[in-house]
Structure formats: structure tokens, C-alpha cells
């Protein structure tokens, strides 16, 4: 089963989504350079705290606490030492470029809790095959946002589609390490529908991805904390359609891969990325 990952810092909404059967709660305490990337896209810009990470941690029973540090810098050493010590069971390091970053960030660490290097800019990307060697590496995560931009796209599933992503998922597989990559919207919604993404992962053998801004909108008819939507429901949407998808035929399996890249290639005609 795929493990869904939500965006939150209220310690009741994290609480609710391990119950709805979310898998990852993810604090987000990454600002340096953030909005000057995204600050124009329709993007989540977080603003977690260190103490979100203490009051999310103290709620959750099951699911597993990730955090998103800074960029390696020269406060890197002091920011891994609060998120282990307010509970972190992952740490993800963003927007490193070289595998030394890696290296540094895992010595760091110190086998303490798992890290996850996120891949988002083409550099990082291409020595792959360096990164799943480095000890203390235990999983990967590619962030098509930022690698979009990174990589002077228009729009963020584009390296998917064209085979990038893919070819680094070969890469990620061969080593035997899990990993997961960008987002996925509910099911029939979204630029990209949600069961439309959700083929893709299961192809190329992804075991996680996070949920979209999607999820923080309000439901008709659900107004229970502040998420504002039946979290249950919209995932059992998925999971259900997770079962389906299972199921394809070779021949299915090209057809949706097509039929995304269509959409994209759409969405991209339409000039409104």
C-alpha cells in the first residue's frame, strides 16, 4: 500500500489523520530560499516551528513524525539536534545539490533517526546512483516542484512524464531503498486527477507521496477540525482505487501513462502554469 504523507502543524489534525490512516505526519521547518522559489505558484509555504514538532509528536501513536530542515546551513548541526530531540522519527534534507551535502548531513545524524534526501534540483539528480550509496541514506524522496523549476520546466509533473523521473526511480529501485515523489490531489480532482498520479506511482514502484493542498479544503457536509474534510473518505477513495489500478494489464498500464501525459501536455497548451 501506498503510505500518504500530510502537511500539518496542529497537533488535532495530525492526531485526526493518523486515525483517518495516514501513514506520515509531516512538520515542514524549511524557509531559507523557500519563497523566493515558490513565492509565485499556488503553493503551500509553511510556517512550522520546532515546537510544532513537540506538540504533533506528543499526539501520534502510529504514524511516523517526518521534519523538513533547512537547506544545509551553518545552523544545520543545531537544527538536527532540536527535531531529534522533539521527536522526529525522519529528517529530510532539501535542496542539496552534492552528494558531500549528504554525506555531512548523515554524519550529523548519526544513525539517530532516518533521513531522507529530498531531490529537487538537477544536480542532485544526476548523481543518483551516488546518492542511494551514501550510509544512513534509507530512503529517497523527489520533489517535482522545485526540480521543475530547477530544471527551467513550466509545470511540475513534466519530469514525469518525459522519463526523468522514471529513470531515476530505476536508479532508486536497483539500490533497494523506498522512496516516493511529489504530490497527489484527491481522487478526481486536481490539474492531474488523483487515481491519474496514483497509476504512475504504483508503475514505477513508489511507495509514498504526500497529499495535496487538496486535502486542506473544505468537504460539503464536513466541517470537523481544522482540515475541514473527511480525510477517511478521501482516502479510502484512493486506496480503493489503489486496488483497481493493481489489477491493470500491461496494455492498461501504458494507456494511463499516456493518458498523463495528455493531460499534461494539455494543461501545458492552455498557457496557464
Do not use: C, W
Request: aromatic share 6%; charged share 25%; hydrophobic share 45%.
Amino acid at each position: 500500500m501506498i503510505k500518504y504523507i500530510l502537511v500539518t502543524n496542529d497537533p488535532q489534525v495530525a492526531k485526526y489523520a493518523e486515525a483517518s490512516g495516514v501513514g506520515r505526519v509531516f512538520v515542514d521547518l524549511e524557509v531559507i530560499g523557500k519563497q523566493e522559489r515558490q513565492g509565485h505558484l499556488d503553493t503551500l509555504i509553511s510556517n512550522h516551528s520546532i515546537e510544532d514538532v513537540y506538540r504533533v509528536k506528543a499526539k501520534l501513536t502510529r504514524a511516523d513524525l517526518l521534519v523538513r530542515l533547512n537547506p544545509m546551513h551553518v545552523n544545520t548541526v543545531l537544527e538536527v539536534e532540536e527535531a531529534i530531540l522533539a521527536g522526529a522519527d525522519l529528517l529530510m534534507l532539501p535542496m542539496f545539490r552534492t552528494v558531500d551535502e549528504i554525506q555531512e548531513f548523515s554524519r550529523l545524524v548519526d544513525g539517530r533517526v532516518k533521513i531522507v534526501p529530498l531531490v529537487e534540483t538537477y544536480d542532485a539528480a544526476v548523481v543518483m546512483s551516488d546518492i542511494v550509496t551514501v550510509t544512513g541514506v534509507d530512503e529517497i524522496y523527489i520533489g517535482l516542484n522545485d526540480l521543475h523549476l530547477d530544471m527551467g520546466l513550466k509545470f511540475m509533473f513534466e519530469p514525469l512524464v518525459s522519463g526523468f523521473v522514471e529513470q531515476l526511480a530505476d536508479i532508486i529501485r536497483s539500490s533497494g531503498k523506498p522512496f516516493g515523489f511529489g504530490g497527489i490531489a484527491r481522487y478526481g480532482e486536481g490539474i492531474i486527477p488523483g487515481e491519474l498520479v496514483l497509476g504512475e506511482h504504483l508503475r514505477l514502484g513508489s511507495s509514498s507521496v504526500m497529499l495535496s493542498r487538496t486535502f486542506h479544503r473544505k468537504s460539503e457536509g464536513f466541517a470537523e477540525f481544522k482540515l475541514k474534510v473527511d480525510l477517511e473518505m478521501e482516502l479510502k477513495k484512493l486506496s480503493d482505487a489503489e486496488e483497481q489500478l493493481k489489477t491493470r494489464s500491461a496494455a492498461q498500464v501504458l494507456a494511463d501513462k499516456q493518458r498523463l501525459s495528455d493531460v499534461v501536455t494539455q494543461y501545458l497548451a492552455q498557457g496557464q502554469y
